[in-house]
Each structure stands twice: as structure tokens, then as C-alpha cells.
């Protein structure tokens, strides 16, 4: 027993140093939002990139504001969170809208990218759970017969560095989530709100992509906005589980003891 109390410690420290090898470290995070302005007969009007980069942690802070065609982006700000075994983002887009309206007028599309994060769970299921909510103010995008506003958040495996053409999306999106909604009149969220996407085996690195398309606008020279957020996270082992892996160690060490008891008789 006394020879086995003073092993514990060097067993102890074997399965702390496996488990920090076997998480990776998280890499600095590269941003990309692209907001474009599409006509109605589909060609771009205007197209403008930003880009910044994280801290360290892979957690970072993006802000774009432009004029893009007939559309004034006066805020979309990018929050990045990092954390043990989940990656999330929130976005605050404000939208000043100056062109023609309904059956003719403009689709804004906005996207942000981030990429080179990684999961120390992986390759264990993951799921994207997304959430919005346009605002009560005066712009107006889609109604009960319309699509005002289309959110997708999903993960591309690998680091993607670059946006496809002006007014396209990228592809290849796993556990993608998909929300529509109106914008204007009143408070509204999108449907269903919040939404949870397919699991996906996670993969590093991995890129996180979203996009918002608005479209439909009743009305022009008017003012809104979206607030939203999106989470990659692990899924938690059922718990079962859990408690059958908890009792592995203390199967495995009774069992040494005893064959050790056992050979000492």
C-alpha cells in the first residue's frame, strides 16, 4: 500500500502531461468582414473588405464602417471569444439603406470570417447553436410573404485566408444553422431563434463563417439594425459515460493493488 501511495503522485503528473499534449494550443485568428451591395439584377454594385487580426487566445475585436453602394454600414463590430472546448462570436450591424425599394431594391450581404482556431476536443462531435434579432427601427426588409434577413453560421475545415467573388458565399460549411426573419415595425427574432445545426466531428484548425443577407426593403433612406451571435462548441458526453470514464483510474489502480497484494503473498 505504502509503495503504491507513493506512485500515485508520478501517475497523477503521466495523466496531466497526456492530457496538455494532447491539446493544442489556440493560434492567432486572422478576421475578414465583406459587406456588398447586389442590385436587384443580380450584378454587384460595390464590394468593401476589412481585415484585422486576434490576440493571441484567438479572441479579437473587428470594427467596419464604409459606405457600400447604396448602403452606409455605420457600425458592424466583431467580438471573438475563445475557451475550453468552444468558439463564439456576436455581431452588433447597423444599416442605413438609400436605394430602390421592393420589387427592385438592393441585397446587402455581409460576411466575417475568422480562421486558424482549434478545438482541444478534437475530433469529438461539435454543434453550432445561432441566435438574432433585428431591431424596432425604421428599416424595412421582407414581410410575412418576404425574406427580410438570412443568417448562416457554420465551420470549414482548414484555415480559409481568402473570401470567394463579390456577392457569392463560401461552401463546404459544416453544421451550418440557416435563421430568417423580417427587419422593422417591430421587435422580431428569426426563426426558430435560437437554432442548433447538425453535429459535425470537429477539425483543426478550423474556420468559423457567417453571413447576413438582407434584402426586400420596403422602404429607403431608414436606419436598422441586427444583433446576433453564434457558438461552436463541443457536445457533452452523455452522462453515463461520464461516470464510467470517471471510474476507469479507480478500476485500473484497485486492480494493480491487488495483483501487486497478491505477488507480495
Request: aromatic share 6%.
Amino acid at each position: 500500500m505504502n509503495r503504491f501511495r507513493k506512485f500515485l503522485p508520478h501517475l497523477m503528473a503521466a495523466l496531466v502531461g497526456a492530457a496538455m499534449l494532447a491539446a493544442p494550443t489556440q493560434a492567432r485568428a486572422a478576421f475578414i468582414i465583406r459587406a456588398t451591395d447586389v442590385l436587384s439584377n443580380s450584378s454587384v454594385n460595390a464590394s468593401v473588405t476589412d481585415t484585422g487580426s486576434s490576440a493571441v487566445d484567438g479572441s479579437g475585436f473587428l470594427t467596419f464602417g464604409h459606405t457600400v453602394g447604396n448602403f452606409s454600414i455605420t457600425l458592424v463590430t466583431n467580438i471573438a471569444t475563445t475557451g475550453p472546448g468552444f468558439t463564439s462570436a456576436s455581431e452588433t450591424i447597423n444599416i442605413t439603406y438609400n436605394g430602390p425599394v421592393v420589387p427592385n431594391s438592393d441585397t446587402l450581404i455581409i460576411e466575417i470570417l475568422g480562421n486558424n482556431f482549434s478545438n482541444p476536443t478534437a475530433p469529438a462531435l461539435s454543434e453550432i447553436t445561432s441566435n438574432a434579432s433585428p431591431s424596432t427601427s425604421g428599416l424595412l426588409a421582407g414581410d410575412t410573404t418576404m425574406t427580410g434577413v438570412t443568417m448562416t453560421s457554420g465551420v470549414i475545415a482548414g484555415n480559409v485566408v481568402a473570401l470567394g467573388a463579390a456577392g457569392t458565399t463560401l461552401g463546404s460549411q459544416l453544421g451550418m444553422t440557416t435563421g430568417t426573419g423580417t427587419m422593422g415595425g417591430a421587435s422580431s427574432i428569426l426563426t426558430p431563434n435560437p437554432i442548433t445545426g447538425a453535429q459535425f466531428n470537429i477539425v483543426n484548425p478550423f474556420s468559423f463563417y457567417q453571413t447576413f443577407t438582407v434584402t426586400g426593403f420596403g422602404n429607403t433612406a431608414a436606419a436598422g439594425s441586427i444583433s446576433a451571435g453564434s457558438t461552436v462548441s463541443s457536445v457533452p458526453a452523455p452522462a453515463g459515460l461520464m461516470l464510467a470514464l470517471t471510474g476507469l483510474p479507480v478500476l485500473g489502480a484497485s486492480r494493480w493493488l491487488r495483483r501487486r497484494q497478491a505477488r507480495t503473498a
